[in-house]
């Protein structure tokens, strides 16, 4: 896991009423079933557009859905041109140009990719992390992922495709 050195910045939470906050972002790629295969953490003033770079820096000729951050005239063409990344990104409601029923379906399943995150604040507490180091940090949250990797392992092994997701039942049976 890529990880920034410099310390923690000021960030304005745009999702959140424009509530600032301070510390680190959390930037992945995850495949569509929802397990984390690339992380790199950041300040959080860095731009995701730019934490793409040093995300996709071991891939070639790929297709990566993203969200409504990704939306730029310039990162589509330059990961086309520099790597042969194929960017989809959700487009907002509003947009001219919409793409066709079943890429829109694809998209869809950018869905499970938010569950993800949402499992790893609320059930494995990764939004407060507290350690006494910066690397401390980064192992706390190393294995925040590896657990929920893990568990989706877990349940696929126990033949749980359809319940893969449900990391709870893991610890609670």
Wanted: aromatic content about 12%; hydrophobic content about 40%.
């Amino acid at each position: 896991m890529p990880c920034n050195n410099n310390l923690a910045e000021f960030k304005l939470n745009v999702n959140k009423h424009f509530m600032p906050y301070f510390g680190f972002k959390l930037d992945s790629f995850t495949t569509t079933e929802g397990f984390f295969t690339e992380v790199i953490i950041t300040p959080a003033d860095v731009d995701d557009r730019d934490a793409i770079f040093d995300l996709s820096e071991q891939y070639n000729s790929a297709y990566i859905i993203g969200d409504k951050v990704y939306i730029s005239k310039m990162l589509t063409p330059e990961l086309k041109k520099e790597k042969n990344i194929d960017l989809i990104f959700l487009k907002r409601n509003n947009s001219k140009n919409q793409y066709p029923r079943d890429i829109r379906q694809l998209i869809f399943k950018i869905r499970r990719i938010e569950t993800s995150f949402s499992q790893l604040s609320e059930q494995l507490n990764i939004n407060r992390v507290k350690t006494k180091s910066y690397w401390g940090f980064i192992n706390r949250i190393k294995i925040k992922i590896l657990s929920h990797n893990i568990s989706f392992f877990i349940n696929t092994l126990l033949g749980k495709d359809e319940d893969i997701s449900r990391i709870k039942s893991l610890a609670f049976g």
